[in-house]
């Protein structure tokens, strides 16, 4: 049987927010959401370093936009979710809903 | 606000990647911290030291390598005829002889450590700078630990040596040597 690689929870994170930001998914908006969505600081590294694993997977694409003077005359380099990564993480979501039902523990209260 | 600009340029040649760079600087430059940055750079250059590990590996090895051969079949041959012309009394002391023969040895003793830093800076290409001062912490941390030990074999070395310049120079000198090689080869 082919063995299987399943997306780590903060691949998982950073792949769902790529798809929730759309045409604007860099770096500064995937982290910024990413700390507001977990309470959180992130680390830009290594929301990039979880991104070149997604891509790797084929899970997402990357393409450099223009240099900005803000950035130090730096591009941005913006990540777009491919017909695999979406499928990815709808096939995990569904795993995870059904691995979460009949759970006392976590029903209901937020602790 | 006034950008790390310290941080910005050891990111670029630690081989941290420019949109990481860009990133960091475009929310520096809207608001976030000093401090929130250099937490951010140290964080990348940790991702860097793991994802080139091996790489890092391969060059400090190779300049070690590299310190041995030299070392060994033109350092130690040198040395060798140099106590020979000292004790024979070829070379009376503080004459012409004797100061150009001075400045060769400092050339002979100071060049294959700026020559495999230049290596290892050459070998490791994309991140520059990371596995060059690996290499020179790593050639500094052996030079410490041999005059702790003091296992060189000439007579023991007095302890009043710690409180002069000394060992700082013999610890910081082959480390800078190996650095400014390093810097020679980043040199674009």
């Known amino acids: 049987m082919r063995r299987r690689d399943y997306l780590g929870s903060f691949e998982l994170m950073v792949l769902v927010t790529v798809m ?7 770096g500064v908006p995937i982290s910024t959401e990413l700390e507001e969505e977990t ?6 590294a290594s929301v990039y370093a979880a991104l070149q694993r997604l891509e790797d997977k084929g899970l997402v694409t990357s393409r450099f936009g ?8 730096r591009a941005k380099k913006f990540f777009k979710a491919t017909g695999k ?9 569904r795993a995870l809903t059904r691995l ?3 759970i006392p523990q976590l029903e209901g209260g937020t602790t | 606000v006034t950008r790390p600009g310290l941080a910005t340029w050891f990111l670029r040649h630690l081989g941290v990647d420019d949109a990481v760079i860009g990133d960091l600087v475009e929310q520096h430059e809207s608001g976030r911290s000093g401090r929130w940055f250099w937490r951010q750079a140290l964080t990348a250059t940790f991702h860097v030291a793991r994802t080139h590990a091996l790489v890092t590996i391969g060059a400090v090895a190779l300049g070690w390598t590299a310190l041995w051969l030299f070392f060994r079949f033109v350092g130690s041959p040198l040395s060798r005829f140099d106590q020979y012309l000292l004790e ?15 400045i060769l040895m400092w050339l002979v003793v100071g060049f294959p450590f700026l020559a495999s830093g230049w290596m290892v800076t050459k070998v490791a290409a994309r991140n520059e700078l990371f596995p060059v001062l690996t290499f020179a912490l790593s050639v500094s941390a052996t030079i410490l630990v041999a005059l702790v030990l003091d296992t060189g074999q000439a007579d023991p070395a007095p302890l009043r040596m710690w409180l002069t310049p000394v060992p700082l120079f ?9 650095v400014v090689g390093g810097f020679v080869a980043a040199r674009r």
Do not use: K
């Not at chain 1, 929730?20 to 860099?26: E, K, P, S």
């Open chain 1, 66 to 73: 223009d240099p900005t003077p803000e950035r130090g005359g």
């Open chain 2, 88 to 102: 024979n009394g070829l070379i009376d002391r503080y004459s012409a002889a004797w100061w150009l023969r001075s």
């Open chain 1, 39 to 44: 309470g959180h600081e992130i680390a830009v």
């Open chain 1, 20 to 26: 929730r930001l759309g045409d604007d998914a860099y």
């Open chain 2, 170 to 178: 013999l610890i910081g000198g082959p480390a800078t040597a190996i």
């Open chain 1, 85 to 93: 990564g979406i499928r990815e993480a709808r096939n995990t979501h």
């Open chain 1, 100 to 102: 979460w039902r009949n």
